[in-house]
């Protein structure tokens, strides 16, 4: 094949990958804001909880085949609506990741709102705002679309995943303090959730940002020991040196995988508790890759390959895997 034709065929294939991803997003936008008929009685318009991990590659849930990460709750969602093989982010860090997620466009688009810890203006409108105009009932917990700097005009003033319910938090060394390991944030997500679904208004539907700041480092060294995890059933990446130490340091990577997904288990039962689950669109993926050489930071495969699932019981199929690239 000429070196052209390659290049065109290259172009060609990255304009499907992010035609398909303006379809998706508008695809939830559309079915969320829509109503029946003047006529006709209003369609009820679906909840959409939007979970997202901090640092995690795409081989890491065990619905993927992992070995050393059990992840149930994205195992669900994945088995119970629709599993994407081929997800890309929009860039290998989290802050152009995001901005990337809630505007739609490349992160090079958004500016300044498309780098790391720089201002958010006012004029880069992200999609939580329109549904927030629309009667959405709007809000997150944990990281948002992070991190930029908020403040005073021209900058937004409020995070662009929403408001913040982050109040509930774990007291070290109290009776209820379950976590895993050192290094992970005091913030209960699942209960921050839970008080956000309690000052929604009867009948309003939610969009819910839940952006747990795990399995970003610092990982406390050896926490795996306490897990009943072994060295043995670790898959060490090809470019990384098979060794004990880094078979640990994935291990602890791994039981802060099985935090974020512990409260995204959390919050679909109570979904399922309030009779909220069928008509919830759940969405868990991560910003970037896992933060190991080679990977987060890199645009290589395990820097840009993220986790990806997608379920709505009331209208998605069950059980499908996509393996297009979408991003």
Not at 55 to 60: C, E, G, I, P
């Amino acid at each position: 094949m000429a070196p052209i034709h390659k290049l065109s065929c290259c172009i060609h294939n990255t304009l499907l990958m992010k035609q398909a991803v303006k379809l998706l997003l508008w695809f939830v936008i559309v079915l969320s804001l829509s109503t029946a008929c003047a006529d006709e009685e209003p369609a009820k318009r679906p909840n959409i909880l939007f979970a997202i991990s901090d640092d995690q590659s795409f081989a890491h849930t065990s619905f993927a085949g992992s070995r050393f990460v059990n992840t149930p709750a994205f195992d669900r969602v994945a088995s119970n609506g629709i599993f994407f093989k081929n997800c890309y982010a929009g860039s290998p860090g989290c802050a152009p990741s995001r901005s990337s997620i809630v505007t739609g466009r490349y992160h090079w688009q958004n500016e300044q709102a498309g780098q790391h810890a720089a201002g958010w203006f006012k004029k880069y409108v992200p999609f939580v705002d329109m549904l927030s105009a629309n009667g959405y009932h709007t809000g997150r917990t944990g990281k948002g679309v992070s991190p930029f700097k908020y403040g005073e005009d021209p900058l937004r003033s409020e995070d662009a995943a929403g408001k913040a319910y982050n109040e509930i938090r774990y007291e070290e060394g109290s009776a209820d303090d379950e976590r895993f390991a050192n290094g992970i944030n005091s913030l209960n997500y699942a209960a921050n959730f839970k008080q956000f679904m309690e000052e929604r208004e009867e009948g309003e539907p939610f969009f819910f940002w839940y952006g747990a700041t795990e399995p970003h480092r610092r990982f406390e060294k050896d926490s795996w020991k306490r897990h009943g995890k072994s060295l043995d059933n670790v898959d060490v990446p090809a470019f990384l040196p098979d060794h004990e130490v880094v078979r640990g340091d994935l291990l602890d990577y791994a039981v802060e995988i099985e935090w974020f997904d512990l409260h995204l288990m959390r919050m679909i039962e109570y979904l399922e508790e309030i009779e909220e689950l069928e008509n919830t669109i759940i969405i868990v993926t991560s910003d970037n890759g896992m933060a190991f050489p080679r990977a987060k930071a890199n645009a290589y495969e395990y820097g840009v390959h993220v986790p990806m699932a997608i379920s709505y019981p009331e209208d998605f199929p069950e059980g499908r895997v996509v393996a297009d690239p979408i991003s």
